[in-house]
């Protein structure tokens, strides 16, 4: 374990937003990052733990100790006939690890490929595509305690799952470093569902003949999930993103058949009480899809996506642009957008 001084977290974020930390150490085990965070030097200062970098905007210098989880590894426990239970550690590639399960077989995971980011972050937001979220096929995580360096395991119950949300999120922010995941997966009889979004059609590309589930492989599935995304989502490799930057807004029935009597082609979502609303058509319809002002840019072809668009963004006007468009969707809906990536 070695902690290094002024480091830039430039190759650490998908926004490639040049801005350094205090100091800046890489762990490779439990016991490496043990030893870290009880580094006297660093005892009193703010922490920051890195993934995969592509669910934070950094806004300016980091004044504390940023930790790189570089914990690796993966580890299957066949349960019965069509259940397996699934393990990787949080540095894990969130997509190498999709890949690594539809390789074995393991349904479940296949409406998530291709989501960038880390395996030790997909809990935090409970990480959602195509009809499918992390809740749904979660079994547990262990985590370490930062109060007390005790390694405990949180069930779905204690994880609290929202909508892009967590106990991580929440009263747990902070005070757990999440060390593992366990999946719960099928090993033979698969849940299909071809029916969300554009799946059907991409199938239909493909040349799948989707008359029945049963034609359909959890394989095919991925593949759909990850043309449609490659078609909409800028490579944050090529470009620097963070993906979807906002969270799809819920309100209230009355208030959408409100906006229904003004805005008639308005999209939604019923949820019992509440109607989610496509956050990317409200901001495409305000104005923003694809217009750029200094560094920063909504994507062309889908607005929910902030691009650094000229590789020489600083964060903070990433946010004020993130701004602006909150600002500009309330003034013309009333509806207030929230931010789905994490301000730091």
């Not at 902690?3 to 977290?9: A, D, F, G, W, Y």
């Not at 930390?21 to 762990?27: H, L």
């Not at 003004?262 to 496509?278: C, L, M």
Request: proline share 4%.
């Amino acid at each position: 374990m070695m902690i290094q001084e002024n480091i830039s977290l430039k190759p650490y974020n998908t926004f490639g937003v040049d801005v350094s930390a205090r100091y800046f150490a890489e762990v490779n085990s439990v016991e490496e990052l043990i030893e870290t965070l009880k580094f006297p030097k660093t005892q009193t200062l703010p922490l920051l733990f890195l993934g995969g970098g592509s669910n934070i905007l950094l806004t300016k210098t980091f004044d504390g100790l940023a930790i790189l989880l570089n914990l690796k590894g993966i580890k299957e426990e066949i349960i019965d006939d069509n259940l397996v239970l699934v393990t990787a550690k949080s540095g894990e590639n969130w997509h190498q690890f999709v890949m690594f399960c539809l390789d074995k077989n393991y349904g479940g995971l296949e409406n998530l490929s291709l989501i960038p980011g880390n395996v030790g972050t997909s809990p935090m937001q409970n990480i959602g595509a195509y009809g499918t979220e992390i809740k749904d096929i979660f079994e547990s995580c262990k985590v370490l305690n930062l109060d007390n360096f005790e390694i405990e395991t949180l069930n779905s119950e204690q994880c609290k799952f929202g909508y892009r949300d967590s106990v991580f999120k929440q009263e747990g922010k902070g005070k757990y470093v999440i060390l593992e995941v366990t999946f719960r997966l099928t090993t033979k009889v698969h849940r299909i569902d071809v029916e969300y979004g554009a799946i059907k059609s991409e199938l239909e590309n493909m040349g799948i003949d989707i008359s029945t589930p049963l034609n359909v492989t959890i394989q095919d599935i991925s593949k759909a999930v990850i043309s449609i995304r490659q078609s909409k989502l800028p490579d944050p490799k090529v470009i620097g993103n963070a993906g979807s930057f906002f969270k799809n807004p819920t309100i209230p029935v009355s208030q959408f058949e409100t906006l229904k009597q003004q805005f008639e082609n308005i999209p939604g979502y019923p949820n019992g009480v509440f109607v989610k609303v496509p956050a990317g058509w409200l901001i495409e319809q305000a104005g923003w899809k694809g217009k750029q002002i200094g560094n920063v840019a909504s994507n062309q072809l889908q607005a929910l996506v902030i691009i650094n668009a000229t590789g020489n963004a600083t964060g903070k006007e990433i946010f004020d642009f993130s701004t602006m468009i909150i600002d500009s969707v309330k003034e013309k809906y009333g509806i207030e957008l929230e931010r789905e990536v994490n301000i730091i």
